[in-house]
């Protein structure tokens, strides 16, 4: 993996860069499409390469190994070969989704034991156990399993999953010397910088990662409950001290607003389930605001969904066919929604790369903060 940093801009810490894997090159600022079963849903394979030309994806190791299980993928050459998709893919680590979805969980130094929430069966996950399933998986980029304490937690509590998330982080990266990528690929491991809202605590665990020495940086345990300054107060703790040469990348954020905000203090990769999810709720983000595609007042409008986005489906479909839709629960409401946000996130994140090469990221940001956040 190489990554080269481009261009800083001048009147922010926002910064263009590329990222190189094997599989292909990412210019940076990036939005990652979320594809944790190993499908973005409601959107093709096709679709996410030849329109939305997404130069990575991201999947999810916790959902992968409990169905369809990391053994059937390797029977199938990997997960590229398995889901006909032959671009870079992160796969997050597992840690986040144990927490939060298990039916029970228990941590301990060892690793966490949990329940599936699918069938209630007994798994364990370690350090060692992360790796050998992304391995399996042969994802281009494997995130370090982590604990990640939810909104709230004291600074005694944030302060142990920060020391056991260090101390996974070396686990993982003595299993991943220890053993070699299975589909001819080099394979890349993140570091995750944990550590709640507490800004000391946030300090120690990037300072010790740093010296640990990993490709690259991934902030974590954010946008799970606490206020947007409080994130974004985070981000600039970490970002001071994380390398200037190596990629950064917020896990699970978020809005455009958030993602803009977070490019400004200098993060370059994001993920986020909230634009294919509020698409099949009906709420589209365009290139002039938010909508709701449901609402009445659509039914009888003719104009395209998104004049401001040219070859993509919202130049095609009308705002009244779409309504008409999502009132019959019509699949194809759900794609086109899906595509349409996926689409405003890549065109945001486009536009905010070429605003950053000219130095003038600062009013980009602005600009488009005040419409995208409008209700149309």
Aim: glycine residues 10%.
């Amino acid at each position: 993996m190489q990554f080269d940093l481009q261009h800083r801009d001048g009147g922010t810490r926002a910064r263009a860069g590329m990222l190189r894997l094997e599989r292909g090159t990412i210019p940076t600022p990036v939005f990652m499409p979320v594809g944790t079963a190993a499908t973005v849903k409601a959107v093709e394979q096709r679709e996410l390469e030849h329109d939305l030309d997404a130069s990575i994806i991201l999947a999810n190791t916790y959902h992968l190994m409990l169905r369809p299980g990391p053994g059937l993928i390797r029977e199938a050459g990997g997960l590229h070969a398995f889901m006909a998709w032959q671009r870079p893919i992160l796969t997050d680590s597992g840690g986040f989704q144990v927490f939060s979805l298990a039916d029970r969980c228990r941590i301990t130094d060892e690793g966490a034991i949990f329940q599936s929430h699918l069938d209630g069966s007994l798994h364990v996950l370690t350090p060692e156990a992360a790796i050998n399933i992304q391995r399996q998986l042969g994802s281009d980029i494997m995130m370090v399993l982590d604990e990640c304490p939810p909104a709230g937690v004291d600074r005694v509590y944030a302060r142990n999953a920060s020391i056991r998330t260090l101390q996974w982080a070396a686990r993982c990266r003595r299993q991943l010397q220890e053993t070699e990528p299975l589909y001819g690929v080099g394979q890349n491991l993140f570091a995750i910088v944990q550590g709640g809202v507490h800004r000391e605590i946030r300090s120690e665990s990037a300072e010790s990662l740093v010296e640990l020495g990993f490709p690259g940086y991934a902030i974590g345990g954010l946008s799970v409950g606490e206020e947007a300054s409080q994130m974004y107060a985070m981000v600039d703790v970490v970002c001071d001290l994380l390398p200037q040469t190596k990629p950064r990348y917020l896990m699970g954020v978020g809005t455009p607003e958030n993602l803009l905000a977070c490019i400004a203090r200098g993060v370059d990769m994001f993920d986020c389930v909230l634009p294919t999810r509020n698409a099949r709720n009906g709420r589209i983000y365009t290139t002039n605001g938010q909508l709701n595609i449901r609402n009445a007042r659509w039914r009888d409008d003719h104009g395209v969904l998104d004049a401001g986005l040219a070859g993509y489906a919202s130049t095609t479909f009308t705002r009244a066919y779409v309504r008409h839709l999502f009132q019959t629960n019509e699949i194809l409401g759900l794609q086109i929604a899906s595509m349409q946000n996926l689409a405003l996130y890549k065109w945001l994140m486009a536009g905010a790369r070429g605003a950053i090469m000219k130095n003038g990221f600062a009013t980009y940001r602005k600009t488009m903060a005040e419409r995208l956040s409008r209700r149309l």
